[in-house]
């Protein structure tokens, strides 16, 4: 039955709990249980690898389009910038013509 428990030993409800010097002297000695009880579920509600790599991916895929989005629109503004400048040049040289 219960072998070489030793003072560091306590029960909860008949089943040995080793407390931390028990566990270093490595002097106790337990029966195995008739059976064992338990509870297994027996689908896990888990997110595989590939969908938390796929959630990762598409996180990133939207705030990259933001980006590009607010590069375009940033774009659009230096090139009309850059049409008025020609613009100006071109005044410039008919001016310096006449």
Same mark, same amino acid.
């Given at each position: 039955?219960?072998? &070489?428990?030793? %003072?560091?030993?306590?029960?909860? #409800? ?5 407390? %931390?010097?028990?566990? #270093?002297n490595q002097n106790v000695t337990f029966e195995m249980p008739e059976g064992l /009880? ?6 896990? @509600?888990?997110? @595989? ?11 990133? +895929?939207? $705030?990259?389009?933001? +980006? /590009? %989005?607010?590069? $375009? &629109?940033?774009? +659009?503004?230096?090139? @009309?910038?850059? =049409?008025k400048i020609e613009g100006g040049i071109d005044v410039l040289d008919e001016l =310096?013509?006449?």
């Amino acid at each position: 039955m219960k072998q &070489g428990i030793d %003072s560091n030993t306590r029960y909860d #409800f008949g089943t040995p709990v080793l407390t %931390s010097d028990a566990v #270093f002297n490595q002097n106790v000695t337990f029966e195995m249980p008739e059976g064992l /009880i338990g509870v297994m579920d027996t689908k896990m @509600e888990t997110m @595989e690898k590939t969908d938390v790599l796929r959630n990762n991916l598409m996180q990133q +895929q939207v $705030e990259i389009e933001k +980006q /590009i %989005s607010v590069l $375009e &629109g940033q774009l +659009q503004r230096q090139k @009309e910038y850059l =049409a008025k400048i020609e613009g100006g040049i071109d005044v410039l040289d008919e001016l =310096a013509k006449v």
